[in-house]
């Protein structure tokens, strides 16, 4: 994964300069509910040539939806283990005024329970593991009932569950080794919701698509866990033997790509 990861970067890198792209949004012919099957926003999806990851953005007078489209196994690892946040600069930068993040990765207990699902250690010392084919069964479980708000106000910062949002709706979905995120996100800050991007259709944003360093939820920063029966040297086998979950996610570089859309004008 940590390979997939480097390559998708770079290629981003070359591609954008210095890892930002450039896209058009075209103009919805109807709104699109995150969750219901688009072909209109099927057919603006873009591949990002050199990887497995298509993009696509739709505007109309009110909202912006975005949708990502992904088969590389690595970048899926990333959003769903780390925590993936959209941000948006209404000024066409890459400065982090709004952001989501969903899914919000990791938590303390996800993490615990996938230590143990990955095995035991046997009276022998041998470390069981159980066989897992299914993409499905190698990704971190995610919770789809929350979001962050980050913004848009300096410093803001909440917690809140999807089903009390009036406009922003999304959705993540995986089928067959295929990740699909759905965004909606007003425009505008005139509607009941007082979570949007700040600008109008016709003007030129910047999106940008990251994931969080990562920290074990379950060890304080700069430190290993101690106590429970499990000491240092313990505690640190169990994590580097092997190709476990846990390792994997350390390892592997935080997503960072910054693209430029140019929204759609209003009628």
């Not at 953005?57 to 959003?79: A, E, H, K, P």
């Given at each position: 994964?940590?390979?997939?990861?480097?390559?998708?970067?770079?290629?981003?890198?070359?591609?954008?300069?210095?890892?930002?792209?450039?896209?058009?949004?075209?103009?919805?012919?109807?709104?699109?509910?995150?969750?219901?099957?688009?072909?209109?926003?099927?057919?603006?999806?873009?591949?990002?040539?050199?990887?497995?990851?298509?993009?696509?953005?739709?505007?109309?007078?009110?909202?912006?939806?975005?949708?990502?489209?992904?088969?590389?196994?690595?970048?899926?690892?990333?959003?769903?283990?780390?925590?993936?946040?959209?941000?948006?600069?209404?000024?066409?930068?890459?400065?982090?005024?709004?952001?989501?993040?969903?899914?919000?990765?990791?938590?303390?207990?996800?993490?615990?329970?996938?230590?143990?699902?990955?095995?035991?250690?046997?009276?022998?010392?041998?470390?069981?593991?159980?066989?897992?084919?299914?993409?499905?069964?190698?990704?971190?479980?995610?919770?789809?009932?929350?979001?962050?708000?980050?913004?848009p106000k300096e410093g803001a910062h909440e917690?809140?569950?999807?089903?009390?949002?009036?406009?922003?709706?999304?959705?993540?979905?995986?089928?067959?080794?295929?990740?699909?995120?759905?965004?909606?996100?007003?425009?505008?800050?005139?509607?009941?919701?007082?979570?949007?991007?700040?600008?109008?259709?016709?003007?030129?944003?910047?999106?940008?698509?990251?994931?969080?360093?990562?920290?074990?939820?379950?060890?304080?920063?700069g430190g290993m866990q101690r106590g429970m029966?499990?000491?240092?040297?313990?505690?640190?086998?169990?994590?580097?033997?092997?190709?476990?979950?846990?390792?994997?996610?350390?390892?592997?570089?935080p997503l960072k790509v910054w693209a430029t859309?140019?929204?759609?004008?209003?009628?």
């Amino acid at each position: 994964m940590k390979h997939s990861i480097i390559l998708f970067l770079l290629v981003i890198a070359i591609l954008g300069g210095c890892g930002s792209l450039q896209f058009t949004s075209q103009r919805a012919s109807a709104p699109i509910t995150p969750g219901v099957p688009s072909e209109e926003l099927q057919r603006a999806m873009v591949r990002i040539e050199g990887t497995q990851t298509m993009v696509g953005f739709l505007n109309d007078n009110d909202y912006l939806y975005l949708s990502i489209v992904t088969t590389d196994r690595g970048v899926q690892r990333q959003m769903l283990a780390r925590g993936f946040t959209v941000w948006f600069d209404r000024e066409g930068g890459n400065d982090e005024r709004f952001g989501i993040k969903f899914p919000l990765g990791i938590q303390t207990g996800d993490f615990r329970r996938m230590r143990e699902e990955w095995g035991r250690d046997r009276d022998d010392g041998v470390r069981e593991r159980p066989m897992r084919d299914s993409l499905a069964d190698r990704l971190p479980p995610f919770d789809t009932t929350e979001v962050e708000i980050l913004g848009p106000k300096e410093g803001a910062h909440e917690r809140v569950k999807i089903i009390q949002l009036k406009q922003i709706a999304l959705k993540l979905t995986i089928v067959n080794g295929r990740l699909e995120y759905v965004l909606k996100v007003p425009l505008t800050d005139n509607g009941p919701d007082p979570y949007a991007i700040g600008t109008s259709p016709g003007t030129t944003i910047g999106v940008g698509l990251v994931t969080a360093e990562f920290v074990r939820p379950d060890m304080p920063a700069g430190g290993m866990q101690r106590g429970m029966g499990m000491g240092k040297r313990r505690e640190r086998n169990m994590d580097e033997e092997g190709d476990t979950p846990v390792r994997q996610y350390q390892q592997s570089e935080p997503l960072k790509v910054w693209a430029t859309v140019q929204l759609a004008g209003g009628k």
